[in-house]
């Protein structure tokens, strides 16, 4: 009995010694580059899949992926536990997450990969591939009969060749439930900063919610959490200051989210309604947080394509009821938070972050 409860304390310590850390890095990488000006990616997803490739291989430890991923002195039943909780708490909150990872004939994986993958909630499928666009075609079809359109632009001509040994493919898609419910729609304006141009400001509409929600301030950014309905999963929106554009905020996430969040007795948010999707090719970002071995796995460093990661995220920010467009006004007795120009949003729990995006335009 000790020893158990000993375990599972263990468990714990490791989930929040190490939250956030593989999902920061590979956002800050991301950030390094260009991103289109509405951005969204799921690093959940990602870790789901570099998991399952990190239990698939029988006695032999990959420690570049233990490193990036946090998982030194983790047990695979421990790692199933932790990538489990979380994608059963996702489906409460009815995320669609599909996850799949092709693995060619040449590729040394563990007979029981497929069993490991069924555990986690992803699908393993062998796949011989060409140079031709016929493997790129069916994987683009097979996450198009999940989330609507989502391959279209997935996969360039020279992403798949004959010595690719693995390809991973994630899709997530959400329509946001809130534990507040909206209270009315009202229009308002919405600033798009422009570099060296005059801001253009439009009008758009926006949910207006009034609710107790966490919060903080600082010099760099102002934070509000939006709870979700059925667990403790969130959405921190992330408003910059004025002289910070969203894709700093993004680089600095690690200091970002360790500022500890204040209650607020009552707080009336104006959030745009917003969607927005992306296709994200992570190899470089990976490549980046020393995962290189699966890019290189018996196939010379010139041609590095022995592993090719893509994702399809959509995120549908809307209300989840009927409501009317009213003039809200602006007589308020406690803290507003007016989402008026860009920011940057990320889905979490305590353990993961399911999305992390921004909106520079509405």
Request: glycine letters at 4%; charged letters at 25%; one cysteine or more.
């Amino acid at each position: 009995m000790f020893k158990r409860v000993l375990i599972c304390f263990l468990i714990f310590l490791l989930k929040h010694i190490n939250a956030y850390n593989f999902e920061i890095n590979l956002t800050k990488q991301l950030s390094k580059g260009r991103m289109a000006r509405n951005f969204v990616y799921s690093p959940f997803a990602i870790r789901q899949a570099l998991g399952l490739l990190y239990l698939s291989k029988d006695n032999v430890t990959d420690q570049q992926l233990e490193s990036a991923l946090q998982l030194t002195g983790l047990r695979q039943e421990e790692i199933l536990s932790l990538l489990g909780e979380a994608r059963e708490k996702a489906a409460r909150e009815r995320l669609t997450i599909t996850n799949r990872i092709y693995l060619s004939p040449d590729y040394n994986a563990s007979p029981n990969i497929t069993q490991l993958g069924g555990n986690l909630g992803m699908e393993v499928k062998n796949m011989t591939f060409s140079s031709d666009q016929s493997a790129s075609n069916e994987i683009k079809k097979w996450l198009n009969k999940w989330i609507g359109k989502a391959g279209k632009s997935l996969f360039d001509k020279n992403d798949i060749s004959q010595t690719t040994q693995v390809v991973a493919v994630q899709g997530m898609s959400y329509s946001c439930v809130w534990k507040n419910r909206e209270k009315a729609l009202t229009n308002r304006t919405f600033t798009l900063l422009r570099q060296n141009r005059k801001p253009f400001v439009y009008t758009v509409e926006m949910m207006y919610t009034e609710a107790p929600m966490e919060f903080f301030n600082n010099d760099q950014v102002r934070g509000v959490v939006v709870p979700f309905n059925n667990s403790d999963m969130e959405m921190l929106v992330l408003l910059p200051r004025p002289k910070y554009s969203t894709q700093q905020i993004m680089f600095s996430l690690d200091t970002i989210l360790k500022i500890k969040l204040r209650m607020s007795k009552k707080t009336h948010l104006f959030l745009p309604k917003f969607k927005v999707s992306e296709s994200v090719d992570l190899n470089m970002a990976l490549k980046a947080l020393g995962i290189e071995n699966l890019f290189t796995n018996g196939v010379r460093r010139s041609q590095a394509n022995a592993a090719n990661f893509k994702q399809y995220n959509s995120l549908d920010a809307d209300q989840n009821r009927v409501l009317i467009t009213i003039d809200v006004g602006d007589d308020f007795d406690d803290r507003v938070v007016y989402v008026n120009r860009g920011f940057v949003f990320v889905i979490r729990d305590k353990s993961n972050i399911y999305m992390i995006g921004r909106m520079d335009a509405v």
